[in-house]
């Protein structure tokens, strides 16, 4: 299981959250799409 905590100062409430983050999330698909590893654990995001 990997923990994506994003520390973007820009996320004031919940629907700030996909807007401030869409780039981790399509990187995490695209991994998982071509069979790449997402390292576990938890990980800081921007």
């Known amino acids: 299981m990997t923990i994506f905590d994003s520390q973007n100062t820009g996320i004031n409430k919940h629907p700030d ?21 997402i390292p576990v654990g938890a990980l800081s995001i921007p």
């Open 17 to 37: 959250v996909a807007p401030k983050t869409i780039y981790a999330q399509v990187m995490a698909i695209n991994s998982l799409l071509l069979g790449l590893e």
